[in-house]
């Protein structure tokens, strides 16, 4: 294979991990597509061609987009002859600009979003990848479209935009190939969450300031507690207004006043910046002349963005998403009996340590297998090894509060606690999740062969399911 083609397939198959990482905080396994197309500097514009190792889309190797394509080489090469000097300048600008334009007609009226990622230029070729996504995904995963929710699509295109200016400003291409650092979703997920709050509240530093807040108790606990952002605070209906507002960035006085304002009543945030007031919730979710949000603080390091009933952000100890999506009992018993090929009396009992695991206010990971025991033996240097017990449900949190994995068989027998468990780096691991649900990835995917169900639970409570029921057909 000729480097031309070496670079091209590099470059798709480094985006493509990156990509992926970035845009789950949108939901699980994103749909969408890549190109790299590469031209040739320095010939003459009607001998250069457009080509891909892969389309995004049968669009861009239609007849229609051939000639489209000659005709706009055509303009270019007889407007500015006489005026361009250096081709080498040239033609990436030009390529660049023709495949911008076709991806805003492509993305018109359709179900899908093209637009140019930022080109790299190599051995005198000019790579320039091309990002298509399908929104039906978005449908799936959020209930709306950028379109059909505004807020929903802002927060979108600027993932999507932090995206092209990371690859654009912090990426290069050399003959080893392209060089990204995939440790930086997280770094880009706090970065487009930061400007999404910024542009909602017209405060730059507000995703810092409650995020400060969220990480204070009052009088050593956690205090659930409410706070309507507006920009037109003027105008709402405050039971009680401060006479002198108090500035956001004051964070331990907002942590005493969010303790005390109880279930029913809020604290009114104008602009980002002051608190101007309380207010009853009730009244702040009627209002319809003015657009209000609300943070929700729902225990230590976690909070919520909500507009009219709609999830807009979710931040849980570092980690952003934008959905809190929790598997119903009804959905959950199915798949444990499919799964873990037992009845459903069986299922139940693994049902009812789930929701225990869950309930401990505490991460933790549990492994079901049919080979719990010879898998307890291999691996009882990184844990503790003990004879089989059945699990009660009221005894989970005296045993998940241990770092490592609980290893059960699938009648729900314990043979192992705290086991650390093994397996080689995941295809496809999320550098935007912590160790926890990454080690039961890895572990996963080396004994995906076997009767097998993990479960991660993480610090605020959500459930993961490895292999997730959507992978499995489920």
């Known amino acids: 294979m000729s480097l031309k083609a070496n670079l091209v397939q590099d ?50 190797c239609s007849k229609q987009f051939q000639a489209k394509l000659k005709q706009e080489q055509f303009c270019a090469g007889h407007n500015i002859i006489n005026e361009i000097r250096s081709y080498g300048n040239f033609f990436p600008d030009f390529y660049h600009a023709f495949l911008r334009k076709t991806c805003q007609e492509l993305s018109q009226d359709r179900n899908e979003i093209f637009f140019p990622l930022p080109r790299y230029t190599f051995n005198s070729h000019i790579y320039l990848p091309v990002f298509s996504i399908d929104l039906s995904w978005l449908i799936d995963h959020q209930n709306t479209t950028p379109a059909g929710h505004e807020e929903s699509g802002t927060f979108f295109f600027i993932v999507l935009d932090t995206i092209r200016r990371f690859l654009s400003e912090e990426t290069k291409i050399s003959g080893e190939g392209l060089n990204i650092d995939g440790s930086q979703p997280p770094r880009l997920h706090t970065m487009a969450a ?50 002198v507002p108090i500035p956001v960035k004051e964070n331990r006085k907002v942590r005493k006043l969010l303790a005390a304002t109880g279930e029913k009543h809020c604290l009114v ?32 390091l976690t909070w919520e963005l909500v507009r009219d009933g709609k999830l807009l952000l979710r931040y849980a100890t570092g980690n952003i998403s934008t959905s809190r999506h929790e598997m119903k009992n009804q959905e959950i018993l199915p798949y444990i009996i499919k799964r873990l090929n037992i009845g459903e009396p069986e299922a ?76 080689e780096s995941a295809r496809f691991s999320d550098t935007s999740r912590g160790a926890r649900f990454n080690s039961a990835l890895r572990y996963h995917e080396k ?4 009767n097998l169900l993990i479960v991660v639970v993480s610090d605020d409570g959500m459930v993961d399911l490895i292999p997730a029921p959507d992978e499995e057909g489920v």
Do not use: W
Request: glycine letters at 6%; aromatic letters at 10%; charged letters at 25%.
């Open 269 to 300: 945030c104008s602009n980002g910046e002051y608190l101007e007031g309380i207010a009853n919730i009730k009244d702040m979710q009627n209002q319809k002349n003015v657009p209000v949000h609300f943070i929700y603080l729902l225990k230590h």
């Open 11 to 60: 470059i798709k198959d480094s985006m493509d991990g990156f990509i992926q990482a970035c845009l789950s905080i949108f939901g699980k396994n994103p749909r969408f597509d890549l190109s790299v197309f590469c031209i040739e500097k320095g010939n003459p514009l009607d001998c250069q061609k457009l080509a891909s190792q892969r389309y995004a889309a049968e669009d861009f």
């Open 447 to 450: 004994r995906c062969y076997d």
């Open 194 to 243: 930061a400007a999404f709050l910024g542009k909602i509240t017209g405060n730059q530093n507000f995703y810092n300031y409650i995020n400060t807040i969220a990480s204070l108790k009052y009088e050593k606990k956690d205090s659930p507690a409410q706070i309507a952002l507006c920009r037109q605070a003027a105008k709402l209906p405050l039971l009680v207004r401060f006479e």
């Open 348 to 423: 139940v009992r693994v049902l009812a340590l789930i929701r225990k695991a869950q309930a401990t206010n505490h991460g933790s990971t549990l492994v079901f297998s049919s080979s719990a025991k010879e898998e307890a033996r291999r691996l009882q240097q990184d844990g503790f090894l003990v004879e089989p017990f059945m699990l009660d449900p009221d005894d989970m949190i005296f045993f998940t509060v241990m770092d490592g994995a609980l290893l059960l068989d699938i009648g729900c027998r314990c043979h192992a606690l705290g086991v650390i468990l093994d397996g």
